[in-house]
């Protein structure tokens, strides 16, 4: 990251009515970089709320210690849940824009100067483009797009001129307009990971809104990829953390349901997810087992499991 510029006073104007929220979780040394970063925007924002999701690191100490923050201190229930709290706060708190980052999420120094001059102009023109993200960097990952394309991620090296639009896009990085949440509501809580983000701004495009790609720098999201991927009738499968694999099986076939699927033909459409479990190389019972439960939760959907 370069070291940020001097701050002209048209740019600490700028970022006057932008509220960030930042989730964390026992990753305090992320969460100090993610902070170092949003302190030097060249448009500083009007406030920082921090949500700790119940970290047992010294991160609540820390946190508590920092005179420019807001914090809110939660159980951990996820980080749908601590999104969740985040933006109904930052809103309540007078943002007109939010800024959305996850503490691994290391911000451009000019992001909210450049991404909401964009922004703002696109949104003023119409109202229905309110929802942006920029150009993110993945620590070992070329540069790449938060977005998806004809339902798939998209993952490419991508240097555009002009906003492009995607079907749905993640939470780092996100930069919404209040209107937005005004219409569609808040993401939803059971999800605890996995789908949170993906649902909610596929709920703002049916509710009218557009999303969009910026050509600005938004940061490097420093993702800590636990997953490898495995080879399976000719096709290449994540393979996630273990105590992940219940929510990836659970929340997707979830997704579907919520969007339409037939409650057979969700649960179906992911059954290779499960059998792809048993080519893993370490602890493939308790993959299998989870996986196994995921399913029959998304079957059921049973919504309980929040930890």
Same mark, same amino acid.
């Given at each position: ?33 993610? /902070? ?12 920082? /709320? ?58 451009? &120094?000019?992001? /909210? ?43 490419? &090296? ?23 949440? =005004?219409?569609?509501?808040? &993401? ?28 600005? =720098? ?39 349901? $919520? ?12 059954? &290779? ?5 048993? $080519? ?28």
């Amino acid at each position: 990251m370069t070291r940020a510029r001097a701050v002209e006073p048209s740019s600490r104007a700028a970022a006057a009515d932008v509220g960030v929220v930042i989730v964390t979780h026992n990753r305090l040394a992320l969460l100090r970089q993610c /902070l170092a970063s949003v302190r030097q925007q060249t448009a500083p924002p009007a406030f920082i /709320l921090v949500i700790d999701s119940g970290s047992t690191d010294g991160t609540a100490a820390w946190l508590d210690a920092q005179p420019d923050l807001r914090v809110c201190h939660l159980p951990n229930r996820g980080g749908a849940w601590a999104y969740h709290v985040g933006i109904r706060e930052a809103q309540a708190q007078g943002a007109t824009w939010l800024l959305l980052l996850d503490d691994d999420c290391e911000v451009a &120094p000019t992001y /909210l100067a450049d991404g909401l001059a964009l922004a703002r102009a696109m949104q003023a023109a119409d109202p229905a483009d309110a929802v942006f993200t920029g150009r993110v960097w993945e620590a070992g990952r070329k540069v790449f797009f938060h977005g998806v394309e004809n339902g798939r991620w998209r993952s490419a &090296p991508l240097h555009p001129d002009r906003p492009c639009p995607s079907e749905a896009l993640g939470f780092p990085f996100l930069l919404l307009h209040r209107s937005v949440v =005004e219409a569609v509501g808040l &993401p939803y809580t059971f999800w605890f990971i996995v789908n949170d983000d993906v649902e909610w701004t596929r709920r703002m495009r049916r509710h009218g809104f557009r999303l969009h790609l910026l050509p600005v =720098e938004a940061g490097v999201h420093h993702a800590r990829h636990e997953r490898h991927r495995v080879r399976w009738l000719g096709r290449s499968l994540a393979g996630y953390a273990p105590w992940k694999t219940y929510y990836v099986l659970r929340n997707g076939i979830i997704l579907a349901r $919520l969007e339409g699927a037939p409650r057979l033909g969700a649960a179906l459409r992911h059954l &290779p997810h499960v059998a792809a479990r048993l $080519l893993h190389p370490d602890r493939r019972r308790e993959r299998l087992r989870l996986a196994l439960r995921g399913w029959w939760d998304g079957l059921r959907f049973d919504l309980s499991k929040v930890e």
